[in-house]
């Protein structure tokens, strides 16, 4: 298989910078160029600073890609679903390209941002940066382990990373990135039980609650899905909290072999059952923008630089 992007599938780091940017003009033939360009800086840094543990990931816009890469489409290539449904929505707010640089030091994620931002620099425009990091022993602000339900070890790769299904694009991955804002003040007003119940596991402890036990309007009801076959549906999440002393939230990424498990998930959350039953947890968080992206494999970008 192509080698897939290091970036997809690494392990959790403690900072992270996260730039999407919109292309200003025609001029593929450049920033295909720039894109492997971007990799050699990611390479560069992890061997470097290796003990930072250096993590990159270039994606491209779903709404851009057939600009860039004309002729070449990966089977499942779809814009953000675009979901709302009362005071629950989901914005879609495309993207051309998104980069994602992670590292163990805020100041390695900032040098390299810097570069890349250079190397970019008279052909798209930086619209968002956004600095992540870990919280605590892996929570989200809200105070619960974010992630929990991730694949491990070489199932990683299994969920995130397209197979020889489609062999062109072997090693890829499609990504969902949305920048969510928490009502903290709201949230915090809760009480613990409240919570755990709007989540579906316990705050402390991170243990899921079972089956039966968990409300149906709860975060992890709502995204447990199942397939056809009974299998679950799975993503892999890269999030991480992000915010200031005036605004806090979780800059969600889902990485995936197809962009169903995201779309159903996100449906589930934002779009009532029969009982009226959504996503509780939407009453105190709110995605504020979402885009979808294809981040190729490492052979596929630098095979179609020149």
Not at 232 to 261: N, T, W
Request: aromatic share 10%; hydrophobic share 40%.
């Amino acid at each position: 298989m192509s080698q897939p992007q290091k970036g997809i599938c690494a392990e959790a780091n403690l900072h992270a910078l996260f730039l999407m940017f919109n292309v200003m003009e025609d001029g593929e033939n450049i920033i295909r160029h720039k894109l492997a360009k971007v990799l050699d800086i990611f390479e560069h840094y992890d061997e470097e600073h290796y003990e930072a543990m250096v993590s990159g990931v270039v994606a491209v816009g779903t709404n851009y890609w057939m600009e860039l890469y004309p002729g070449l489409l990966p089977n499942d290539l779809a814009p953000f679903p675009d979901f709302s449904e009362h005071d629950r929505s989901a914005p879609v707010v495309p993207f051309d390209l998104f980069i994602q640089i992670r590292a163990d030091r805020a100041d390695i994620c900032h040098a390299i941002g810097i570069e890349v931002c250079d190397l970019l620099d008279g052909n798209v425009e930086l619209v968002e940066q956004v600095k992540g990091f870990r919280f605590l022993d892996g929570r989200d602000l809200t105070g619960f382990v974010n992630g929990t339900e991730n694949p491990k070890g070489m199932k990683k790769f299994e969920v995130a990373i397209v197979g020889d299904n489609d062999p062109d694009f072997a090693g890829g991955s499609y990504i969902h990135v949305q920048r969510y804002q928490h009502n903290m003040e709201k949230w915090n007003k809760l009480a613990v039980l409240e919570q755990e119940n709007i989540i579906g596991r316990s705050k402390d402890e991170n243990i899921e609650f079972d089956s039966d036990d968990r409300p149906a309007f709860s975060h992890t009801k709502r995204t447990g899905l199942k397939n056809a076959d009974g299998s679950s549906m799975e993503i892999l999440r890269q999030s991480m909290p992000y915010g200031d002393m005036k605004v806090q939230g979780l800059y969600f990424i889902s990485c995936a072999h197809s962009p169903q498990p995201f779309t159903k998930m996100l449906q589930s959350m934002i779009v009532a059952d029969d009982d009226g039953v959504y996503d509780k947890f939407l009453d105190y968080t709110t995605p504020e923008t979402g885009a979808a992206f294809f981040a190729p494999s490492i052979n596929f970008i630098k095979q179609h630089a020149k």
